[in-house]
């Protein structure tokens, strides 16, 4: 076998960008599909979820944070 070399390449898997917020945006309002949603409670009826309103139709609605 001829270049059997084995060069050291740091393979860079995981840890790419780094520096993610933990806090996600809201995700879009279901009603009319608008970002401009603000965050009204961390918890919503289940755990996993979180109360936001939007701003742009003012519709309550319930995001998973997951
Ligand atoms: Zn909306």
Do not use: N, W
């Not at 949603?37 to 995001?63: D, H, N, P």
């Amino acid at each position: 076998m001829g270049a059997g070399r084995d060069s050291h390449s740091p393979s860079i898997g995981e840890g790419r960008g780094g520096g993610a917020p933990e806090q996600a945006p809201p995700p879009r309002c279901p009603f009319c599909d608008s970002r401009d949603a603000q965050v009204i409670s961390l918890f919503g009826t289940q755990v996993m979820t979180m109360q936001v309103k939007c701003r742009a139709c003012g519709s309550y609605y319930e995001a998973s944070k997951y």
